[in-house]
């Protein structure tokens, strides 16, 4: 019951669930290479237009479009393998470090060669490490971090003590008056809008996956498990604030405590699978007559749940235990074609200043004198018991 109050909606973490490793290594070559095309793209029309090559130094940019030759060959190769193993789950280790590393060094070789300040590639290199978190293990990503770390941090002391010029596929021409030629300032743009876009939406899903783990882990800490209904916990916080409430003109407030009967016999004869399947139907037949947000059921422990019935006198509390008594009447369970009709003993109380252990020991009290009387029945305020009708009985 649980799982259905979830919403059964597609959802990007359903998605990245879905996804097997050959699934994965196929996204990340498919986000790469049309951004390597992009860059070869680029730069080719740079070096063939005759005007644009004098702002350029030719051998480094060569060096550039080769690498990023190298690097699109190399993921194209490793998709063509992936690709007749999308379906299968095994993990491939070193095709993901292949991948992640040949992304790396290709975006270190573009990064040194235009320079880290002088275009926005530094920001794509984030968002490419972001997209990589997402699709690989940790220990994957750590070591492409650690290879793009060992092949950047060298070259740039290099230009820091001069040994190498800063962005060196460029001549001071590119900046006439300080301000980038025109085709350069709208490729820069463009890398730069690209990164972040990639970062955005990277962050907006990372957030949102936070925010719903949030909002699942506090679902789970209020709520059993099986049935769906409240745990202990939230109920006895929910109780302890009604009783906190101050006392104004017709409050009144009762508890409940339901006990299925001969539980262990179910779980017995028929297994656990059916003893889960009847606290289930109990659960939903006990919401029947809440008055939500107001009323609350709870699954306390084991086969035994709890009403929380706030402005509730004790004859409206008997009138909720009565309408679930009828409906157990006419429900009856078959298991492997056995039939047999569930009973449940309960113990019910009128909050009168009393605090809450005195309150739930009432309870437990009424509750346990319904049992002594011969179960299927409910113990009320000081102890008046209300027989009713016994379900079919349990075979032994």
């Known amino acids: 019951m649980f799982a259905r109050a979830l919403p059964m909606q597609f959802s990007t973490e359903q998605f990245f669930d879905r996804l097997t490793p050959a699934d994965r290594g196929l996204i990340a070559c498919g986000l790469a290479i049309p951004c390597f095309l992009g860059y070869l793209g680029c730069h080719a029309f740079v070096l063939l237009d005759d005007e644009a090559r004098t702002l ?3 051998g480094p940019m060569w060096v550039m479009q080769v690498a990023l030759l190298a690097g699109t060959a190399v993921l194209a190769g490793i998709a063509a393998w992936l690709w007749p193993r999308r379906r299968q789950p095994d993990r491939h280790p070193r095709i993901d470090i292949a991948i992640t590393n040949t992304i790396g060094l290709t975006m270190c070789t573009v990064l040194m060669t235009l320079g880290p300040f ?7 290199i984030v968002g490419v490490l972001c997209n990589g978190m997402l699709l690989f293990n940790l220990r994957t990503m750590a070591i492409a971090t650690a290879v793009f770390i060992f092949g950047f941090v060298p070259l740039d002391v290099m230009k820091m003590v001069g040994w190498m010029p800063y962005a060196p596929a460029f001549t001071p021409h590119v900046f006439p008056g300080g301000d980038p030629v025109g085709w350069w300032s709208l490729a820069r743009d463009l890398s730069f809008y690209l990164g972040l876009a990639i970062c955005v939406v990277i962050v907006f899903f990372l957030f949102g996956q936070m925010e719903s783990l949030h909002r699942q882990l506090q679902k ?17 916080a929910r109780l302890q604030a009604e009783v906190s409430r101050p006392a104004g003109l017709g409050h009144t407030l009762s508890v409940v405590l339901v006990d299925a009967d001969h539980f262990k016999r179910i ?27 107001a009323d609350l059921a709870a699954r306390i422990g084991g086969e035994e749940f709890a009403l929380l019935l706030p402005d509730t006198d ?16 006419r429900r009856e369970f078959d298991f492997d074609g056995r039939r047999f009709q569930l009973t449940v003993s309960m113990g019910v109380v009128e909050r009168d200043g009393e605090d809450v252990p005195t309150l739930l020991r009432q309870a437990d009290r009424n509750l346990y004198q319904a049992k002594q009387a011969g179960r299927d029945r409910a113990v009320y305020g000081p102890g008046c018991a209300q027989p009713c009708e016994r379900g079919q009985e349990m075979p032994a």
């Open 220 to 236: 789970l800490s209020v709520t059993d498990v099986l049935t769906g209904l409240a745990n202990r916990r939230h109920f006895m």
């Open 56 to 58: 350029v130094r030719v």
């Open 118 to 124: 002088t275009t926005p590639t530094t920001l794509l």
């Open 267 to 293: 779980n017995d004869s028929h297994g656990h699978h059916a003893g889960d399947e009847v606290l289930r139907v109990l659960a939903g037949m006990l919401c029947e007559d809440l008055r939500v947000p």
């Open 314 to 329: 004790l004859r409206g509390a008997q009138r909720v235990c009565e309408r679930l008594q009828e409906r157990l009447r």
